[in-house]
Protein backbone atom coordinates (compact mmCIF):
# COMPACT_ATOMS: atom_id res chain seq x y z
CA UNK A 1 0.00 0.00 0.00
CA UNK A 2 1.35 3.66 -0.65
CA UNK A 3 1.43 6.12 1.64
CA UNK A 4 3.06 9.98 2.10
CA UNK A 5 5.41 9.63 4.43
CA UNK A 6 6.33 12.13 7.31
CA UNK A 7 10.11 10.75 7.27
CA UNK A 8 12.28 11.02 9.83
CA UNK A 9 15.46 11.52 8.40
CA UNK A 10 17.26 13.00 11.88
CA UNK A 11 19.02 10.53 13.45
CA UNK A 12 21.39 11.05 16.09
CA UNK A 13 24.19 9.47 17.50
CA UNK A 14 25.86 7.94 20.15
CA UNK A 15 27.73 9.28 22.89
CA UNK A 16 30.70 8.16 22.46
CA UNK A 17 32.05 10.64 19.34
CA UNK A 18 35.41 11.28 18.15
CA UNK A 19 37.35 14.89 18.26
CA UNK A 20 36.63 15.65 15.02
CA UNK A 21 33.69 15.07 12.83
CA UNK A 22 35.26 15.79 9.54
CA UNK A 23 34.47 13.13 6.72
CA UNK A 24 35.55 12.51 3.29
CA UNK A 25 33.43 9.84 0.99
CA UNK A 26 35.37 8.72 -2.19
CA UNK A 27 33.50 6.92 -4.37
CA UNK A 28 34.60 5.18 -7.80
CA UNK A 29 32.04 4.04 -10.25
CA UNK A 30 32.97 1.11 -12.82
CA UNK A 31 32.39 0.37 -16.65
CA UNK A 32 28.98 1.66 -16.88
CA UNK A 33 28.24 5.01 -18.58
CA UNK A 34 28.94 7.30 -14.72
CA UNK A 35 26.47 10.29 -14.29
CA UNK A 36 28.38 13.66 -14.63
CA UNK A 37 27.44 14.84 -11.10
CA UNK A 38 26.58 12.80 -7.55
CA UNK A 39 24.15 14.38 -4.98
CA UNK A 40 24.88 13.68 -1.26
CA UNK A 41 21.58 14.77 0.91
CA UNK A 42 21.82 14.80 4.64
CA UNK A 43 20.67 16.60 7.84
CA UNK A 44 21.99 19.47 9.64
CA UNK A 45 21.20 22.35 11.84
CA UNK A 46 17.36 21.40 11.34
CA UNK A 47 17.84 21.68 7.42
CA UNK A 48 18.23 19.03 4.60
CA UNK A 49 21.71 20.17 3.04
CA UNK A 50 22.70 19.26 -0.01
CA UNK A 51 25.98 18.62 -1.41
CA UNK A 52 27.17 18.16 -5.18
CA UNK A 53 30.17 16.58 -6.48
CA UNK A 54 31.55 16.27 -10.27
CA UNK A 55 31.96 12.75 -11.12
CA UNK A 56 35.58 12.08 -13.39
CA UNK A 57 36.50 9.05 -14.79
CA UNK A 58 34.29 7.55 -12.94
CA UNK A 59 35.50 9.04 -9.71
CA UNK A 60 34.07 11.57 -7.23
CA UNK A 61 34.70 13.03 -3.69
CA UNK A 62 32.30 14.69 -0.47
CA UNK A 63 34.17 16.40 2.04
CA UNK A 64 32.38 18.06 5.04
CA UNK A 65 31.92 18.02 8.97
CA UNK A 66 28.78 16.52 10.93
CA UNK A 67 27.99 17.11 14.86
CA UNK A 68 27.19 13.21 15.52
CA UNK A 69 27.12 10.42 12.53
CA UNK A 70 24.27 10.92 10.52
CA UNK A 71 22.30 9.22 8.32
CA UNK A 72 22.72 10.43 4.39
CA UNK A 73 21.35 9.85 0.66
CA UNK A 74 23.50 9.68 -2.44
CA UNK A 75 21.64 10.02 -5.72
CA UNK A 76 23.75 9.52 -8.92
CA UNK A 77 20.99 12.19 -10.34
CA UNK A 78 18.56 14.89 -9.38
CA UNK A 79 15.61 12.73 -11.33
CA UNK A 80 16.33 9.25 -10.28
CA UNK A 81 14.26 8.67 -6.86
CA UNK A 82 16.41 5.75 -5.99
CA UNK A 83 19.76 7.12 -3.40
CA UNK A 84 21.78 4.73 -1.18
CA UNK A 85 22.45 5.10 2.42
CA UNK A 86 25.31 6.25 3.82
CA UNK A 87 26.54 7.38 7.33
CA UNK A 88 28.46 10.87 7.45
CA UNK A 89 31.05 10.13 10.31
CA UNK A 90 35.21 10.85 11.10
CA UNK A 91 36.87 8.99 8.74
CA UNK A 92 37.17 8.32 4.93
CA UNK A 93 33.91 6.71 3.75
CA UNK A 94 34.38 4.52 0.49
CA UNK A 95 32.11 3.45 -2.16
CA UNK A 96 33.08 0.96 -5.14
CA UNK A 97 30.78 -0.30 -7.81
CA UNK A 98 31.25 -2.37 -10.68
CA UNK A 99 28.75 -0.16 -12.38
CA UNK A 100 26.86 2.24 -10.70
CA UNK A 101 25.81 3.84 -6.85
CA UNK A 102 23.10 0.98 -6.41
CA UNK A 103 25.41 -1.92 -6.80
CA UNK A 104 28.05 -0.23 -4.50
CA UNK A 105 29.58 -1.12 -1.26
CA UNK A 106 30.81 0.22 1.58
CA UNK A 107 33.64 0.49 3.65
CA UNK A 108 36.48 2.57 5.84
CA UNK A 109 33.86 3.80 8.95
CA UNK A 110 32.89 1.44 11.62
CA UNK A 111 28.63 2.34 10.84
CA UNK A 112 29.84 1.65 6.71
CA UNK A 113 31.09 -1.51 7.47
CA UNK A 114 27.59 -2.58 8.88
CA UNK A 115 25.72 -0.64 6.86
CA UNK A 116 27.21 -2.64 3.64
CA UNK A 117 26.34 -5.83 5.81
CA UNK A 118 22.61 -5.13 5.72
CA UNK A 119 22.97 -4.45 2.14
CA UNK A 120 24.74 -7.31 1.43
CA UNK A 121 21.68 -8.83 3.45
CA UNK A 122 18.78 -7.54 2.00
CA UNK A 123 20.37 -7.38 -2.26
CA UNK A 124 18.44 -10.35 -3.06
CA UNK A 125 15.41 -8.87 -1.81
CA UNK A 126 15.79 -5.34 -3.09
CA UNK A 127 16.58 -6.47 -6.46
CA UNK A 128 13.08 -8.43 -6.69
CA UNK A 129 11.64 -5.54 -5.48
CA UNK A 130 12.91 -3.39 -8.07
CA UNK A 131 12.47 -5.96 -11.18
CA UNK A 132 8.81 -6.23 -9.77
CA UNK A 133 7.70 -2.30 -9.54
CA UNK A 134 9.83 -2.25 -13.11
CA UNK A 135 7.10 -4.83 -14.80
CA UNK A 136 4.02 -3.09 -12.97
CA UNK A 137 4.75 -0.37 -14.20
CA UNK A 138 5.71 -1.43 -17.63
CA UNK A 139 2.07 -2.79 -17.57
CA UNK A 140 -0.66 -2.12 -20.06
CA UNK A 141 -3.69 -0.31 -19.74
CA UNK A 142 -5.69 -4.09 -19.72
CA UNK A 143 -3.61 -5.60 -17.44
CA UNK A 144 -3.85 -2.96 -14.90
CA UNK A 145 -7.81 -3.38 -15.05
CA UNK A 146 -7.50 -7.32 -14.92
CA UNK A 147 -7.94 -8.61 -11.24
CA UNK A 148 -6.20 -11.21 -11.26
CA UNK A 149 -3.30 -9.43 -12.60
CA UNK A 150 -3.18 -6.66 -9.26
CA UNK A 151 -4.02 -9.49 -6.93
CA UNK A 152 -0.65 -11.17 -8.08
CA UNK A 153 1.24 -8.06 -7.83
CA UNK A 154 -0.33 -7.40 -4.12
CA UNK A 155 0.74 -11.31 -3.49
CA UNK A 156 4.29 -10.80 -4.95
CA UNK A 157 4.93 -7.83 -3.23
CA UNK A 158 3.86 -8.99 0.25
CA UNK A 159 5.63 -11.66 -0.48
CA UNK A 160 9.13 -9.99 -0.79
CA UNK A 161 8.03 -7.43 1.94
CA UNK A 162 7.26 -10.40 4.83
CA UNK A 163 11.30 -11.58 3.46
CA UNK A 164 12.69 -8.46 3.60
CA UNK A 165 11.00 -8.08 7.59
CA UNK A 166 12.38 -11.55 8.42
CA UNK A 167 16.52 -10.40 6.67
CA UNK A 168 15.96 -6.92 8.95
CA UNK A 169 14.92 -8.68 12.29
CA UNK A 170 17.49 -11.10 12.06
CA UNK A 171 20.06 -8.04 11.53
CA UNK A 172 18.61 -6.31 14.36
CA UNK A 173 19.10 -9.48 16.58
CA UNK A 174 23.03 -10.17 15.37
CA UNK A 175 24.09 -6.50 15.21
CA UNK A 176 22.96 -5.36 18.76
CA UNK A 177 25.63 -2.59 19.45
CA UNK A 178 25.13 -0.50 15.65
CA UNK A 179 23.26 2.64 15.42
CA UNK A 180 22.50 0.77 12.04
CA UNK A 181 20.43 -1.60 13.57
CA UNK A 182 18.52 1.30 15.66
CA UNK A 183 17.83 2.94 11.80
CA UNK A 184 16.36 -0.55 10.57
CA UNK A 185 14.22 -0.82 13.74
CA UNK A 186 12.65 2.09 12.89
CA UNK A 187 12.13 0.46 9.34
CA UNK A 188 11.32 -2.67 10.76
CA UNK A 189 8.56 -1.35 12.72
CA UNK A 190 6.85 0.51 10.09
CA UNK A 191 4.69 3.68 10.32
CA UNK A 192 2.52 2.01 12.94
CA UNK A 193 4.54 0.21 15.37
CA UNK A 194 3.21 -3.04 17.07
CA UNK A 195 4.90 -3.03 20.75
CA UNK A 196 4.79 -7.07 20.75
CA UNK A 197 6.75 -7.26 17.63
CA UNK A 198 9.57 -4.36 18.08
CA UNK A 199 9.50 -3.99 22.05
CA UNK A 200 11.66 -6.80 22.03
CA UNK A 201 13.89 -5.98 19.61
CA UNK A 202 14.54 -2.27 21.30
CA UNK A 203 15.03 -3.93 24.81
CA UNK A 204 17.84 -6.25 23.05
CA UNK A 205 19.42 -3.46 21.81
CA UNK A 206 22.84 -2.13 23.74
CA UNK A 207 22.31 0.05 26.74
CA UNK A 208 24.23 2.98 25.28
CA UNK A 209 22.11 3.01 21.91
CA UNK A 210 18.53 2.65 23.95
CA UNK A 211 20.04 5.39 25.95
CA UNK A 212 21.35 7.71 23.12
CA UNK A 213 18.98 10.77 21.80
CA UNK A 214 17.64 8.94 19.11
CA UNK A 215 17.00 5.60 21.08
CA UNK A 216 15.12 7.36 23.73
CA UNK A 217 12.92 9.24 20.95
CA UNK A 218 12.43 5.77 19.64
CA UNK A 219 11.60 4.44 23.62
CA UNK A 220 9.30 7.48 23.80
CA UNK A 221 7.33 6.18 19.90
CA UNK A 222 7.29 3.06 21.86
CA UNK A 223 5.55 4.06 24.65
CA UNK A 224 2.98 5.78 22.67
CA UNK A 225 2.10 3.35 20.85
CA UNK A 226 1.48 0.74 23.50
CA UNK A 227 -1.34 3.24 24.58
CA UNK A 228 -2.18 3.52 20.80
CA UNK A 229 -2.23 -0.70 20.96
CA UNK A 230 -5.13 -2.45 20.05
CA UNK A 231 -7.00 -3.12 22.76
CA UNK A 232 -6.31 0.30 24.21
CA UNK A 233 -8.90 3.18 24.90
CA UNK A 234 -8.56 5.72 22.22
CA UNK A 235 -7.40 9.08 23.57
CA UNK A 236 -9.91 11.66 23.43
CA UNK A 237 -9.33 15.15 20.94
CA UNK A 238 -11.34 17.74 19.79
CA UNK A 239 -10.64 19.39 16.12
CA UNK A 240 -12.69 21.89 14.56
CA UNK A 241 -15.49 21.14 11.43
CA UNK A 242 -15.41 23.37 8.62
CA UNK A 243 -18.08 25.47 10.42
CA UNK A 244 -15.80 26.30 12.85
CA UNK A 245 -17.89 23.80 15.20
CA UNK A 246 -15.76 22.00 17.99
CA UNK A 247 -15.76 17.91 17.52
CA UNK A 248 -14.92 15.21 19.91
CA UNK A 249 -14.26 12.22 18.98
CA UNK A 250 -16.12 10.97 22.35
CA UNK A 251 -19.21 12.69 20.79
CA UNK A 252 -19.44 9.12 18.70
CA UNK A 253 -19.32 7.10 21.52
CA UNK A 254 -21.79 3.99 21.06
CA UNK A 255 -20.73 3.70 17.43
CA UNK A 256 -18.40 1.69 15.74
CA UNK A 257 -16.03 5.35 14.26
CA UNK A 258 -13.16 5.31 11.80
CA UNK A 259 -10.84 8.11 12.41
CA UNK A 260 -9.39 8.21 9.27
CA UNK A 261 -5.95 10.41 8.92
CA UNK A 262 -6.12 11.75 5.17
CA UNK A 263 -5.50 15.28 2.74
CA UNK A 264 -6.21 16.29 -0.40
CA UNK A 265 -2.41 16.62 -1.49
CA UNK A 266 -2.43 13.14 -0.69
CA UNK A 267 -2.61 10.45 -3.66
CA UNK A 268 -3.03 7.39 -1.95
CA UNK A 269 -5.58 8.81 0.21
CA UNK A 270 -7.41 9.70 -2.31
CA UNK A 271 -7.40 6.50 -4.18
CA UNK A 272 -8.62 5.22 -1.26
CA UNK A 273 -11.37 7.48 -0.75
CA UNK A 274 -14.01 5.32 -3.07
CA UNK A 275 -13.80 2.71 -0.33
CA UNK A 276 -14.28 4.35 2.11
CA UNK A 277 -17.66 6.02 0.68
CA UNK A 278 -18.75 2.74 -0.25
CA UNK A 279 -18.18 1.10 3.45
CA UNK A 280 -19.95 4.59 4.64
CA UNK A 281 -22.56 4.15 2.47
CA UNK A 282 -23.05 0.80 2.96
CA UNK A 283 -22.77 0.47 7.25
CA UNK A 284 -24.14 4.12 8.23
CA UNK A 285 -27.27 2.79 9.28
CA UNK A 286 -25.60 0.09 10.92
CA UNK A 287 -24.23 1.41 14.20
CA UNK A 288 -20.74 3.27 12.06
CA UNK A 289 -19.28 6.03 10.82
CA UNK A 290 -16.27 7.93 9.27
CA UNK A 291 -14.28 11.01 11.03
CA UNK A 292 -11.93 12.04 8.69
CA UNK A 293 -8.89 13.95 10.40
CA UNK A 294 -6.83 15.85 7.47
CA UNK A 295 -3.60 16.74 7.46
CA UNK A 296 -4.33 19.49 5.23
CA UNK A 297 -3.04 23.51 5.29
CA UNK A 298 -4.90 24.98 3.00
CA UNK A 299 -8.48 25.53 4.08
CA UNK A 300 -10.23 25.37 -0.16
CA UNK A 301 -8.21 22.32 -0.99
CA UNK A 302 -9.61 20.40 2.01
CA UNK A 303 -13.08 21.42 1.10
CA UNK A 304 -12.61 21.10 -2.33
CA UNK A 305 -11.52 17.28 -1.99
CA UNK A 306 -14.44 16.52 0.90
CA UNK A 307 -16.57 17.93 -2.12
CA UNK A 308 -15.24 16.36 -4.98
CA UNK A 309 -14.40 12.83 -3.62
CA UNK A 310 -17.82 13.10 -1.70
CA UNK A 311 -16.76 12.55 1.45
CA UNK A 312 -20.53 13.08 3.38
CA UNK A 313 -19.34 12.13 6.94
CA UNK A 314 -17.90 14.67 9.97
CA UNK A 315 -14.40 15.93 8.75
CA UNK A 316 -11.78 17.99 11.43
CA UNK A 317 -8.36 19.43 10.93
CA UNK A 318 -6.29 22.54 12.13
CA UNK A 319 -4.85 23.05 8.95
CA UNK A 320 -1.71 22.43 10.70
CA UNK A 321 -0.21 19.85 7.71
CA UNK A 322 2.28 17.66 9.78
CA UNK A 323 1.83 19.27 12.98
CA UNK A 324 -2.10 18.35 12.75
CA UNK A 325 -2.54 17.73 16.77
CA UNK A 326 -4.61 14.97 16.71
CA UNK A 327 -2.55 13.28 13.94
CA UNK A 328 0.92 14.05 16.64
CA UNK A 329 -1.50 12.89 19.35
CA UNK A 330 -2.05 9.67 17.49
CA UNK A 331 1.95 9.08 16.30
CA UNK A 332 0.79 9.74 12.41
CA UNK A 333 3.56 9.25 10.53
CA UNK A 334 2.34 9.02 6.82
CA UNK A 335 -1.30 8.71 5.40
CA UNK A 336 -3.60 7.48 4.91
CA UNK A 337 -3.81 5.87 7.80
CA UNK A 338 -6.82 4.91 10.31
CA UNK A 339 -8.15 3.14 13.83
CA UNK A 340 -10.96 1.37 14.23
CA UNK A 341 -12.88 2.10 17.43
CA UNK A 342 -15.32 0.50 19.09
CA UNK A 343 -18.45 1.65 20.88
CA UNK A 344 -16.91 1.99 23.98
CA UNK A 345 -13.96 4.08 22.79
CA UNK A 346 -11.36 0.86 22.18
CA UNK A 347 -9.38 0.19 19.53
CA UNK A 348 -10.56 -2.69 17.32
CA UNK A 349 -8.26 -2.57 14.55
CA UNK A 350 -5.56 -0.02 13.06
CA UNK A 351 -4.42 0.75 9.07
CA UNK A 352 -7.50 -1.61 7.65
CA UNK A 353 -7.88 -0.60 4.08
CA UNK A 354 -8.97 -1.98 0.63
CA UNK A 355 -10.91 -4.61 1.22
CA UNK A 356 -9.59 -5.65 4.23
CA UNK A 357 -11.93 -2.90 5.52
CA UNK A 358 -14.64 -4.36 4.41
CA UNK A 359 -13.96 -8.00 5.34
CA UNK A 360 -13.70 -6.51 9.15
CA UNK A 361 -17.22 -4.42 9.10
CA UNK A 362 -18.57 -7.30 7.94
CA UNK A 363 -17.63 -9.17 10.83
CA UNK A 364 -18.34 -6.53 13.55
CA UNK A 365 -21.88 -5.40 11.95
CA UNK A 366 -23.30 -8.88 10.12
CA UNK A 367 -26.77 -8.61 8.90
CA UNK A 368 -29.47 -9.65 10.82
CA UNK A 369 -32.47 -11.57 9.83
CA UNK A 370 -35.54 -9.68 9.93
Known sequence: MKTYLLVGLLLSGLSAWAQSGSFTVRGKLGSRTPPTQAYLVYPIAQTMKTDSAEVKKGRFTFKGSVPEPTLAYLFENRTNRRFYKIYLEPGVIKISSPDSILHASLSGTPLNVDQNRLL?????????????????????????????????????????????????KQFIQSHPQSQVSLEVLQEYGGLSLDPAEVGPLFDGLAPALRQSKAGQQYAARLAKARLLAVGAQAPDFTQNAPTGKPVKLSDFRGKYVLVDFWASWCKPCREENPNVVANYNQYQNRNFTVLGVSLDRVREAWLKAIEVDHLNWTQVSDLKFWQNEVAQLYDVQAVPQNLLIDPNGRIVAKNVRGEELGRKLVTLLPVTEP
Do not use: C, W
Not at 128 to 138: K, P, Q, S, T, V
Open 120 to 168: VLLRATTERRFNLLRDYRAASLKQHQDKAFEEAYDQRSKAVDTEQEALR
